[in-house]
């Protein structure tokens, strides 16, 4: 993983550029997913397989960009600078907290038959365990990074021996690996979790689930932006 300044600050422009035109071109895919709800032709959204799978190609070229520049630094994407105030304070283990796919669900999808709600019912079960497990090597994480400005301020005081200053170094590349190990099961976590429910639902009901989906998030972002807005200008 790379740790210079110039990589860091070319990571944060180059990310934040992909990321902005991936907003652009979820708003586009919104856009159809709502059209084809209009239709209220169920075959014909049933025909509209291309489009689903356009969308989840959508999210796994995000999920690839994410993870190729996690790899050079992973502490970008704990606090991205990209976000805005309000998406970060959302933020679970560098993306988005998993069981709030299930609020996005029953909030959008109300009809399900009882083999539906069965193996939502098993999904959620799953999801929620792994997530309390994730959350618990979070913190351990987070206790780590709290530890690493006393540890460089030792070093930096000059009061550190070569074996200080060996086990600092240790110890922030151990951090990062934990880090990045964290951040792809949460990612894993995400992925699985939303394969897991589409394959419980219709085609109608995809449609819906991830129209709902994209909805949330760029609202989010919508809301973020309107208050650093306001912050800034007072």
């Known amino acids: 993983m790379a740790d210079g300044n110039g990589s860091t600050s070319s990571i944060v422009e180059?990310?934040?550029a992909f990321f902005n035109g991936w907003l652009i071109r979820q708003e586009r895919f919104l856009e159809q997913l709502v059209q084809a709800l209009r239709s209220q032709d169920e075959e014909e959204i049933e025909r509209r397989g291309d489009l689903i799978q356009?969308?989840?190609?959508?999210?796994d070229q995000y999920s690839a960009e994410k993870f190729k520049a996690a790899r050079e630094q992973v502490l970008l994407f704990y606090s991205p600078p990209w976000l805005t105030s309000f998406e970060k304070a959302q933020l679970w283990v560098?993306?988005?907290?998993p069981f709030i796919l299930f609020k996005i669900l029953t909030n959008s999808v109300t009809e399900f038959t009882p083999e539906q709600e069965q193996a939502i019912e098993?999904?959620?079960c799953e999801t929620r365990k792994e997530e309390r497990?994730?959350?618990?090597a979070?913190?351990?994480i987070q206790e780590s990074l709290a530890a690493l400005p006393l540890l460089n301020l030792v070093r930096r005081c000059g009061r550190a021996v070569d074996g200080e200053e060996l086990e600092f170094e240790s110890a922030v590349r151990k951090?990062?690996?934990?880090?990045l190990r964290a951040l792809e099961s949460a990612d894993k976590l995400r992925g699985s979790t939303v394969r897991k429910l589409l394959q419980t639902l219709s085609p109608v009901q995809t449609v819906k689930f991830l129209a709902a989906s994209a909805e949330f998030q760029?609202?989010?972002?919508?809301?973020?932006?309107?208050?650093?807005?306001?912050?800034e200008a007072t």
């Open 54 to 59: 356009e969308v989840l190609s959508h999210y």
């Open 14 to 16: 180059n990310f934040g």
């Open 94 to 97: 560098g993306g988005f907290k």
């Open 175 to 179: 951090l990062k690996e934990d880090m």
């Open 218 to 231: 760029l609202a989010v972002r919508k809301w973020g932006l309107q208050k650093d807005q306001e912050r």
């Open 133 to 136: 497990e994730l959350t618990q």
């Open 138 to 140: 979070s913190a351990a």
């Open 122 to 124: 098993r999904v959620k």
